[in-house]
């Protein structure tokens, strides 16, 4: 692992560094008299120095072996655990994104499909009402003219009778007013000529 392996190292270069520097070390007066704790002439001195860097390099290698691996597994699992999460979110929100995409297309599909229905449904419906325009005009045509011919013929048939009588009354009042028959060609006549007279 490069993290272990680099803190072994450091961690065995100052360990070298103490030991050098306590055995290199040569009398200092201010030391020797101010801080007998740094007094090298003295063996007790030394021994503290040197027992204290190989407790340390100890230490650093108790710690190197068996608390910075785990350190490092720990730190390389939440990574891990991080680096998944972030693809799981990135996935998560190409999937939403695609999802979002879809229900737009959807609405705009069916907002087309809805607008197509209604034009086909009002068209239907136009064709329909001029169907039903065409037949009822042609059924009010036909009941005007049957209207029409059959006022034609009670006209016509009217005209005749008040002919008839016209006639009848006609000669009535000739043979009255005269005390002598009329003819009736010549009665028959005279009404026809008034009738169409007064029909113009």
């Given at each position: 692992?490069?993290?272990?392996?680099?803190?072994?190292?450091?961690?065995?270069?100052?360990?070298?560094?103490?030991?050098?520097?306590?055995?290199?070390?040569?009398?200092?007066?201010?030391?020797?008299?101010?801080?007998?704790?740094?007094?090298?002439?003295?063996?007790?001195?030394?021994?503290?120095?040197?027992?204290?860097?190989?407790?340390?390099?100890?230490?650093?290698?108790?710690?190197?072996?068996?608390?910075?691996?785990?350190?490092?597994?720990?730190?390389?699992?939440?990574?891990?655990?991080?680096?998944?999460?972030?693809?799981?979110?990135?996935?998560?929100k190409t999937g939403t994104d695609r999802a979002i995409d879809d229900l737009r297309r959807a609405r705009r599909?069916?907002?087309?499909?809805?607008?197509?229905?209604?034009?086909?449904?009002?068209?239907?419906?136009?064709?329909?009402?001029?169907?039903?325009?065409?037949?009822?005009?042609?059924?009010?045509?036909?009941?005007?003219?049957?209207?029409?011919?059959?006022?034609?013929?009670?006209?016509?048939?009217?005209?005749?009778?008040?002919?008839?009588?016209?006639?009848?009354?006609?000669?009535?009042?000739?043979?009255?007013?005269?005390?002598?028959?009329?003819?009736?060609?010549?009665?028959?006549?005279?009404?026809?000529?008034?009738?169409?007279?007064?029909?113009?």
């Open positions: 692992m490069p993290g272990a392996t680099g803190l072994r190292r450091l961690g065995a270069q100052v360990a070298v560094c103490l030991l050098a520097a306590c055995v290199l070390a040569g009398p200092s007066p201010a030391f020797a008299a101010g801080m007998p704790q740094l007094d090298f002439h003295n063996p007790l001195t030394i021994w503290q120095v040197v027992w204290g860097a190989v407790i340390f390099l100890l230490l650093y290698l108790v710690l190197s072996r068996s608390a910075l691996p785990q350190v490092a597994s720990v730190l390389d699992a939440r990574r891990g655990r991080i680096e998944g999460d972030l693809e799981a979110a990135r996935t998560a599909k069916a907002a087309a499909e809805a607008q197509a229905n209604l034009d086909r449904v009002l068209q239907d419906a136009r064709e329909e009402a001029a169907v039903r325009t065409r037949e009822m005009n042609a059924r009010l045509e036909a009941e005007i003219a049957a209207a029409e011919a059959q006022l034609a013929q009670e006209r016509t048939r009217a005209m005749g009778a008040l002919r008839t009588v016209a006639a009848d009354t006609a000669q009535l009042l000739v043979e009255r007013v005269t005390g002598q028959p009329a003819g009736r060609s010549l009665v028959e006549s005279h009404v026809d000529g008034a009738l169409a007279a007064r029909t113009a």
